[in-house]
């Protein structure tokens, strides 16, 4: 066994990155230590008295595993430092325990969570620097045995099958962050959830000595049911005082606040820290006292309470500190410095600030904070529990993030998640261990992943699971894809551990197709009419979904409490209110009582066999990841004939809702944008901007009576390919005229993970005699159009040649009831909405094979639906109104490969 050694830590004490390399010892030898030889013990297991009973559950773990994977169980024996160390022997205990060996190896300067995994002096000596630390150890030791703990679900446990066990190793270290926390949004909500939950935080070394509170406490201190006595407590909201935010300035609020938050310490000791946070959501006070706190800000108000509370900890319990988070309207640092002992958590989302994120840490450092990091990791109305749409889906974009994190000298990583181990778990595991050690590589874990978890089914489920890492929407295509990899991994192996797994995940596919029916059948139109499946096939199809959650809730593999048993469960289901006479809260709690077992290996067999009935027909090719990345060219230049063959065609421009523009623009010449309004109902009221490249060159707003046109004018600085935002809206849909050039809409996806959201292409009501065009480049052998959500509810959808050949011709339907919850929470949050700057919506994705002959090509698109967003994958995503106004990559036309196009990165489209 191997030895790391060098890497990033932080102290404890500072809370600030620090080096540590172990320390050579004098005259070691790294001799081997036999545990177990040819089917017995050849050593115990030995600790000293006074840690015995806090470590038993240690020690049990560590005696359990060796017995799994041997067959041999190793004597426990209780040591008193006065009797001789038995030898050859696996010793646990603290660094106070054994000083000498502890020193020697460096401990020493390691804070509270140092660990060394030694082999010398005829022992494997597990140390720690604590009690928790000498856990760490154990778990360190069982993972280099190869034990693993992928999931929560102890069929995701790997044990090694060994015969003998000689050990050779010297592992000297402490972890990156000095609280690791990934935690369940409403929690596990089941005893098995629970004991399940806890075992993978021991085993993957979560948790921490330097124990973070930082969660909304206001009410905690000072209870909303006072309000009634002392309405003067609470905050004056457009004049009139209500819960649940505090009355700052109020002294006797002050004067309460500050001694609950010390009444708190006193009750528990041991905490190293106390939440100062306010509680959530927006009112907070605007009385004229709370206004004259520093400039006036929610910051200040803030940050004035935490100084407060700060002051009063830091004299009676010196060391201790007040924590709370950087987050929605407080994320900007107050005006004033901050008190010492003051912690802040800064919040990857509901950033209400105009900071950039490195500016933001600055910030708060420069005020005299310490900083750690509260991520997203999933939550449940962002990402649904469908893959690649939450971050820890994504899990390389989050091995990146949490080395960055850890770059910026962040001490703490809090990860509110959920408990959807289906599509996250890979991104859960190597976010656990990355926490610990951000150096890791994340390819060698998600390889360890695959290849540890599914032995000789490890290649189709890379597959899968890469699929899923690069955040592609989920459709039928995607699912349809899934399930042939699975079957491919069924196929591939006969071990019964990795077939449970593969169960596991047979499920969640299964899950996925229950759901995937149940929204398609489900869908209503503009004026909330069901329009896709008589009312008892609905109500069929959401009893499976429901009952079938129900029963895999123990498994991990969905976060099924909240969507059964929360709001959002008449949400994601609020169809079922459409269909007259129907009892939604009578059918939930028969659902929900039905059979609550886990399926067995059989039904999940039946399961598959109908997964694959109800998708067989689909046709799905995988999204490549093809881009562009040369100067856009008119087509009549770079491919002259493509263009010619389309010479009768005609050329009508469609209204778009959102979306940009590219066109070729000349130095000097006079720019006039046209603005003509859908019809009469609609109203020009835009902010639109031209850029060049990243630069803003002009931006301005236009306004007209409803159902009248509006124009700008503009001279454009260079010879350059501008981009036009024309501002356009919901219901301020309109057709945008930049006059007779070249230029078309942007048709790439704008919500690619891990770069900055662009602008959806989103047309109001396009008409099938309104084609749009775009470029097929040579040696394409398929590619995909999504269209992500519109149609009211169905697009049809038509592809064809310049010869006339119909490639496809199809009633798509789009969109999803996820769609309609992220557009309502859109429309009332604008900018500020969670849900629409975090979602990944799902789609309907149309796979398209090229025929022979016709790459090289200009195709039409046609659609007819209100309201579609579309996406072109693996072409350039650039439609025409014509296709001489067509302008494509020069790349695409004079740098072919044998599959046509570059692969890179989709976000640099």
Known sequence: MGLRSGYVIPSILGLLPVIYSPPVISGETFEPVTLVRNGSAAACVVVTAEREKHLKPVVDDLRDAIAAATGVSLDCLSWMPDHPLPSPAVVLGTATDFPEEAKALGLDALGPEGVAVWTGKGRLWLLGNSPGAVSHAVYIFLEELGFRWYFPDPVWTVTPHL????????????????????????????????????????????????????????????????FDAHPEWFALVKGKRQPPQLCVSNTEVQKRFTEAVLEYLRRHPEQPMVSVEPNDGGGYCECPHCRAIGNGSVSDQVFFLANLAARAVQKEFPGKYVGLYAYAHHADPPSFALEPNV????????????????????????????????DYFSVYPWDWDLPGAAKAGRFFELAQAIREYHRLGLSTYDAESSCNWGPNGPGYWMAAHLMWNPRLDAQSLFEDFCTKAFCEAADPMRRLYTRWSRGERFSPRSLKLAIEDLDAAYRATSSPEVLARLDRVAMYLHWLRLW??????????????????????????????????HRIMDTGLIHTFPMLFSSWFEQRFRALKLIDGFNLPEAHKAWTGEKGDIPTHEEVAQFRQEDFKRLASLQAVEIEGRTWHGPLCPAMDLVPDAVASWRQTKSALPAIESGEILFLGRKGEELTISWEPFDKGHTVSCDWVLRKEEATVASGHVEAPKGTPAQATVKLPDDAVYVLNPGTGFWHAARVDIGDRPFVFRAARADTPGVPRGVPLRFWLPAMNQPLYFYIPKGTRHFVVGIVSGGDPWTQLRIQTADGRVVVDDRVLAGSEISVIVEEDQQIYGADSAMANHSILPSSEQSVEVPKGADGQIWSLQLSGLRCVVELYDVPPYLACHPRTLLIPKDAVSCLQSDGARKVDQSAQ
Not at 209 to 224: K, L, N, T
Not at 354 to 363: F, G, H, N, V
């Open 516 to 549: 995937l029916e149940y929204d398609q059948s489900s869908r209503h139109n503009q004026w909330n009419r069901l329009v896709v499946a008589p009312p008892e096939e609905i109500i069929e199809r959401a009893k499976e979904c429901v009952v079938f959650s």
């Open 163 to 226: 015969s003998d066990v000689t050990v050779q190793i010297r592992k000297v270290e402490q972890p990156a962050f000095a609280w690791r926390r990934i935690w369940y949004g409403w929690g596990p909500r089941t005893p098995q959830l629970q004991k399940d939950y806890d075992a993978w935080m021991r085993h993957n070394r979560q948790g921490g000595a330097f124990h973070v509170d930082c969660g909304h406490a206001w009410e905690r201190y000072i209870p909303s049911k006072m």
């Open 343 to 374: 912690y802040v958590q800064i919040t990857t989302g509901f950033r209400y600030t105009k900071l950039s994120w490195e500016d933001q840490i600055r910030a708060f450092r420069q005020r005299g904070a310490q900083v750690g990091v509260y």
